[in-house]
């Protein structure tokens, strides 16, 4: 077993705002939740809140994440942000691809995108991305965009209702060798710090158009549930605000901002 090593993973920080200050704890309940709780006490902009287990793991639409020990990256970035809400769902595509290429770059595995924020290797999840964001009349007060990234996970850790559709790098790669969690978490801080700096500078078009590198699923057939209704179409592309384009059977372009898609 490797362990997760902060003064390692300060080590490799290259940047100067994401991963500057890092807290960590062995367990926590969740590491957005401490990332929640340290951002009332005044953590600074651009924290991240590492963990080596979470005991309640959150993630989207209400679901609880397994998040078991000396395995896996729970982490959290906390961001206080002067932007619009508006235009807080990038955050979430800035740390898609952060993961994708940090996964490409350290393992050579060919990561894929299932919009918004899924990371699969051969068609099976290895990574979630949950963005939060607490707003005071109308302002950002903080947004906190959760991730896990299953590392050396093996099979017998899922339970059966994912082991099919869930896996980890360590399985993908199909070797024995445990991936460096310490160098994987710097990494994804470091994109993490580059593309954020980029989306403050130009906007997100430098994200999207890495974005679009990784998005396996352009002219895909796809069931998507959008607050409690089911629209179908065909996959046409992510438009400049990260939302999903579908064209329905009435060729209309609809517009899809959040929601889980079914193929
Ligand atoms: C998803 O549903 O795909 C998103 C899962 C996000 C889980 C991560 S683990 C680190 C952070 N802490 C949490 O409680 N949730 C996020």
Request: aromatic share 6%; glycine share 8%.
């Given at each position: 077993?490797?362990?997760i090593?902060?003064?390692?993973?300060?080590?490799?920080?290259k940047?100067?705002?994401?991963?500057?200050n890092?807290?960590?704890e062995?367990?926590?309940?969740?590491?957005?939740?401490?990332?929640?709780?340290?951002?009332?006490?005044g953590?600074?902009?651009?924290?991240?809140?590492?963990?080596?287990?979470?005991?309640?793991?959150?993630?989207?639409?209400g679901k609880?994440?397994?998040?078991?020990?000396?395995?896996?990256?729970?982490?959290?970035?906390?961001?206080?942000p002067k932007?619009?809400?508006?235009?807080?769902?990038?955050?979430?595509?800035?740390a898609?691809?952060?993961v994708?290429?940090?996964?490409?770059?350290?393992?050579?595995?060919?990561p894929?995108?299932?919009?918004?924020?899924?990371?699969?290797?051969?068609?099976?999840?290895?990574?979630?991305?949950?963005?939060?964001?607490?707003?005071?009349?109308?302002?950002?007060?903080?947004?906190?965009?959760?991730?896990?990234?299953?590392v050396?996970?093996?099979?017998d850790?899922f339970?059966?209702?994912i082991r099919d559709?869930a896996?980890?790098?360590l399985?993908?790669?199909g070797?024995?060798?445990?991936?460096?969690?310490?160098?994987?978490?710097?990494?994804?801080?470091n994109?993490?710090?580059r593309y954020y700096?980029?989306?403050?500078?130009?906007?997100?078009?430098?994200?999207?158009?890495?974005?679009?590198?990784y998005?396996?699923m352009?002219?895909?057939e796809?069931e998507?549930?959008?607050n409690?209704?089911?629209v179908k179409?065909?996959?046409?592309?992510?438009d400049?605000?990260?939302?999903?384009?579908?064209?329905?059977?009435?060729?209309?372009?609809?517009r899809?901002?959040?929601?889980?898609?079914?193929f």
């Amino acid at each position: 077993m490797e362990f997760i090593d902060i003064f390692e993973i300060k080590k490799g920080i290259k940047g100067t705002f994401i991963g500057k200050n890092l807290y960590y704890e062995e367990k926590v309940d969740s590491t957005s939740n401490l990332a929640r709780d340290l951002a009332a006490k005044g953590a600074k902009n651009g924290s991240a809140v590492i963990a080596d287990c979470q005991e309640k793991g959150r993630g989207r639409n209400g679901k609880t994440w397994s998040s078991p020990c000396g395995c896996n990256i729970y982490m959290s970035i906390l961001l206080k942000p002067k932007f619009s809400p508006e235009i807080a769902q990038g955050m979430t595509l800035i740390a898609a691809v952060s993961v994708a290429d940090s996964i490409l770059e350290l393992t050579g595995l060919a990561p894929k995108i299932k919009w918004p924020n899924d990371i699969l290797i051969n068609s099976r999840k290895v990574s979630g991305i949950l963005t939060e964001m607490s707003t005071r009349n109308k302002l950002i007060d903080h947004i906190i965009v959760g991730i896990i990234l299953n590392v050396n996970a093996e099979r017998d850790s899922f339970g059966p209702e994912i082991r099919d559709i869930a896996s980890s790098l360590l399985i993908e790669s199909g070797k024995e060798e445990h991936i460096d969690r310490n160098r994987m978490i710097s990494s994804i801080l470091n994109k993490f710090d580059r593309y954020y700096e980029m989306f403050l500078s130009t906007g997100l078009s430098p994200v999207l158009e890495q974005y679009q590198k990784y998005f396996g699923m352009m002219g895909k057939e796809i069931e998507i549930k959008v607050n409690g209704k089911t629209v179908k179409g065909i996959i046409a592309g992510i438009d400049p605000m990260g939302a999903l384009l579908l064209k329905t059977a009435d060729n209309q372009l609809e517009r899809v901002v959040s929601g889980e898609i079914n193929f």
